[in-house]
């Protein structure tokens, strides 16, 4: 593996996946989670969804972007940040699905969505990128 490759695709994901993630949160899907999760939302903490994003974004750079960049395909990194976005999101979805009393069918559901998209989206925008710079 090749440290700088990876490291240069890594940070070049973070603005990526954070504007694209803030604009789904932000004004798309805002009045959709606050509509299903009611009460259950509180204030964000920005320190815990920082460091998710943070290490979301390793994962989804060893597990699809870097070996997408390897073979300088699209639609391997569409392929592979599609599952692994699908199954980051699914993880987290199901098990508040399974485990919390309330917990929307439809939130798991837009949510498990929404990550195979993103995952999908972050990783061919930052092959991309990674290729014309």
């Known amino acids: 593996m090749n440290i700088q490759t990876f490291v240069t695709l890594y940070l070049m994901s973070v603005p990526v996946f954070f504007a694209i993630d803030m604009v789904w949160l932000g004004l798309i899907a805002s009045n959709f989670y606050k509509s299903q999760l009611g009460s259950l939302m509180g204030d964000i903490n920005w320190t815990a969804a920082i460091i998710f994003y943070l290490i979301f974004l390793v994962g989804l750079t060893f597990f699809a972007i870097y070996p997408a960049a390897l073979k300088n395909s699209l639609i391997t990194a569409a392929i592979l940040g599609g599952l692994f976005g699908f199954f980051t999101y699914a993880t987290y979805d199901l098990t508040n699905l399974a485990t919390l009393k309330n917990w929307?069918?439809?939130?798991?559901?837009?949510?498990?969505?929404?990550?195979?998209v993103l995952g999908a989206v972050v990783s061919v925008i930052t092959l991309q990128a990674f290729n014309w710079f």
């Open 104 to 116: 929307p069918l439809s939130v798991t559901i837009v949510d498990m969505v929404w990550g195979t």
